[in-house]
Structures are given as C-alpha cells and as structure tokens.
C-alpha cells in the first residue's frame, strides 16, 4: 500500500511539472493566441500602402493554371481587387473581407467580387466544369504563415498553397507587365530546350504537358501549372529536370522564348514551336456556318463557346435540341460525338447516337463515337468536312451519321421522331458565313 501511494505521488509530481512545462512555453491560452494572430495579420494586411500580390490557383489540381491578383486591403473591412485574369489590368472591384478563427486565423472574402469570386462562383457553367462547379476556385483561406512582406496561405476547399508578396510600388505597373506577356503565349505547341536538346511541349489553359527523357530509354510526362508574372512565367511549385530543381522563367522578346533563371538550369528555355499543318485555334470555330448533308439539307448552324475553351453549343440542326462540341487543343480540330440531348418527365432519355446510315445501320451513344471536322483547303473560304471519325465497335465499320433514339424506363428502344426530323446523314460540309 506505502509503494502504491508512493508511485501515485511520483506520478503526480511528474505530470504537474508536465503541465508546468507547457505553461512555459505557451504562456496564453489557445483562445487568446489566435485572436493575437488575429489582430496581427489584420494589421499586417493594412500596413501595405500599395497592397499585395497574390498568386492565386483556382481547381485543387490547377489544371486552370494561375493568375495574379493585386488586393489593398483598407479601413471598413474592404478589399480593393485587381488582376491580370481578364486582360484588364487597370479595372478594380471592392468587396468585404474579414479574418476570423477557425483552428487558426483565416482570411475569407465576405461579399461578392466582380473579379475575385469569378473563379469560386458555382453558377458559372458556361464557363467552367458545369453546373454548381464553376472553376473550383478558393474564397477562404488558412493563415498559415508571415513575415512583413510575405503571407503563405492555404486554399480551404482546393487545398492548393497561395503566395502574397508586400507590392512596393503600384500593384497596375505588375499587372500591365504580366498581361502584356500572357498576350504573347499564342502558341500550343512549345519545346523543352534543355543543353541544346529539344523535348516537345503541348500548352492548354495555362498548363505544360511536358516529356522528357529518363533511365534507359524511357520518357516521364509531367504537368507544370502556371502563372505569368511581370518578368515571365513561374511554375506553381519546382519540378525535377535533370537532378535539379525548375521554377522561375523570364520572357525574352527577342527569340520570344521563356529562359530558366533556376541556379544550375540557365540552359533550359521553353520556345514556340510550329503548329501542325492545317491547324484551327478555338476562336475560328465561332461564329456562323452553313451545313449540307448527305441528302441535301441546308442547315443554318451557330457555334458559340460553352466551357472555358474546350467546347462550344451547335445551334441549328434541329430548333428542339442543343448539340455540344468539343475542341481538340493537339488536333487544332472540333469534335462531334454521340450524346445525351435531354431526359422526359417519364425517364426517357433522348440521345443524339452515332449511326452507320450505308452499311450496317448499327447505332451507339457510346460518347467516345465522334466525327473529327477536318479543315479542307477552299480558296477564300473556312470549310469543315466531317468525314474521319475516331471509332469503329466490334465487327462493324467506321460510323457516318447520327440518329435520334430513344430509351425508355420500361419497353424496347427506339427512333425519336417527335421533333419532325430524326436521321442525319453524312458526310457533312460546313463553310463559314
């Protein structure tokens, strides 16, 4: 009984010097630690007489790329914002901002922002990803670090990591400087130049897919994600290419190339290259077109922009239904596949499918069976000839045409004719207007 009392006294002894201990070291509460964070970044914030730059990734993979973003943050709780996002370095938009307590301090943008809330608006489907998506971007942020001229920050939702740097002059001079260069990134193809060594490069939506050369003959693809900033570009975070680390390039007018300044890796530069023969940028595609097909129909078509440069709507076929396309960014092409149109109240699911019109008459909704619309040299004319398809399903030959089908809940499938014409046979021609 003395040894148990003994033991227990010891114990106590020991965790009370335990707690002592902590009370050395964190000499507030937890409560009170974060409100003087609080306080600190909040005056942090305001202590910067032209602002900060941000350098925002919208999307946890940042597959949008990234954008800056020049925030002066004032008295009343507003956030004055601009950016280089939209190729309008000088306009500005205000909005509330707060800093709360979370399991730590947070920044969070309170109110809506013309230019800030762009990329975290769910509502921007045509835009974006689709419906209550939109680009995935943050609104509220982790604090998570500073000195007194940088903030490290966390996106809450993308997770993805946010630099702001204290600006030390007017935040429009940077903006007008990275847009001037974002202007320049015109190409799709670039290589990878590294010790006079060329690697080809594709670039889409601020993003390089690169292939480089690794151990005994093999390759490794890797994605670098982008910003541009007010010299060149920088890589959301340093990759690997040859042993050594990758990050930071500046733009050189002269050979309109991007030339690494990472220690070790001067020799890397990142060039335009040639476009393939016959190549059509996103933008060509809009606009008005008339269509024939095989039977000699005429159909005034109307091709806009659907989401972010990857697909558009095709109006015209039918005044009942809406087709989508989509843009082939390696082709320089446009894309037609076989595709959902619209379900009923019922549950029948009315589908635009791929369709053998001359030889097996066999049918898919397979949404990988599309035409491919290929340039067609036209002396004075855009025209678009949808012959080459990318599929063909098991025993039967390459498709041509699409057919309107219907799938109900119960019973057998079937043609849809209820919106007057159902059969569209190809090949079909489209010259723009």
Not at 108 to 127: C, G, K, Q, V
Not at 317 to 340: C, D, H
Request: one cysteine or more; aromatic letters at 14%; proline letters at 3%.
């Amino acid at each position: 009984m003395k040894k148990l009392i003994y033991i227990l006294l010891v114990f106590t002894i020991v965790c009370s010097s335990c707690v002592q201990d902590v009370d050395d070291v964190y000499d507030a509460p937890v409560a009170q630690r974060v409100e003087q964070a609080v306080q600190e970044y909040q005056t942090l914030l305001r202590s910067a007489e032209y602002g900060w730059l941000m350098e925002y990734y919208p999307s946890p993979s940042q597959s949008y790329g990234g954008y800056l973003y020049v925030m002066k943050f004032v008295e009343g709780d507003k956030v004055i914002v601009s950016t280089d996002a939209f190729g309008k370095p000088q306009e500005t938009a205000e909005s509330l901002y707060s800093i709360k307590k979370d399991m730590g301090p947070t920044l969070n943008f309170d109110s809506y922002n013309a230019l800030f809330s762009y990329f975290s608006d769910p509502d921007i489907t045509d835009e974006a990803g689709g419906s209550g998506k939109g680009y995935e971007g943050d609104y509220e942020f982790l604090l998570r670090s500073h000195t007194e001229n940088e903030i490290i920050l966390r996106g809450k939702k993308t997770k993805n990591m946010i630099k702001m740097t204290r600006l030390t002059g007017p935040g429009v001079d940077v903006l007008t400087k990275s847009t001037s260069i974002s202007q320049k990134m015109f190409a799709v193809y670039y290589t990878v130049e590294i010790a006079g060594e060329p690697q080809t490069v594709f670039m889409q939506e601020r993003n390089f897919t690169v292939t480089l050369p690794a151990a005994e003959g093999m390759t490794v693809e890797q994605k670098w994600s982008y910003l541009i900033t007010d010299t060149g570009l920088k890589l959301y975070a340093p990759v690997e290419v040859s042993g050594k680390k990758v990050q930071n390039f500046v733009y050189d007018a002269v050979t309109q190339s991007y030339n690494c300044i990472d220690e070790g890796m001067e020799s890397l530069k990142i060039k335009p290259a040639a476009l393939p023969e016959g190549y059509m940028h996103f933008d060509d595609f809009i606009g008005s077109w008339k269509m024939t097909d095989y039977d000699n129909n005429t159909y005034n078509i109307q091709i806009s922009k659907k989401f972010k440069d990857d697909s558009f709507y095709m109006k015209g076929l039918n005044a009942n239904f809406t087709v989508m396309l989509y843009y082939n960014y390696k082709l320089g092409r446009i894309e037609w596949p076989s595709q959902l149109l619209q379900t009923t109240g019922d549950g029948t699911r009315i589908w635009f499918c791929a369709w053998d019109a001359f030889a097996s008459t066999s049918l898919s909704g397979n949404t990988s069976y599309r035409l491919i619309g290929e340039p067609k040299a036209d002396a004075g004319k855009t025209t678009i000839e949808w012959t080459k398809n990318n599929g063909t399903w098991s025993g039967k030959t390459g498709w041509n045409s699409f057919i309107l089908w219907k799938y109900p809940k119960e019973g057998s499938s079937s043609e849809y004719k209820d919106w007057g014409q159902s059969r569209y046979r190809g090949g079909f021609t489209m010259i723009k207007d």
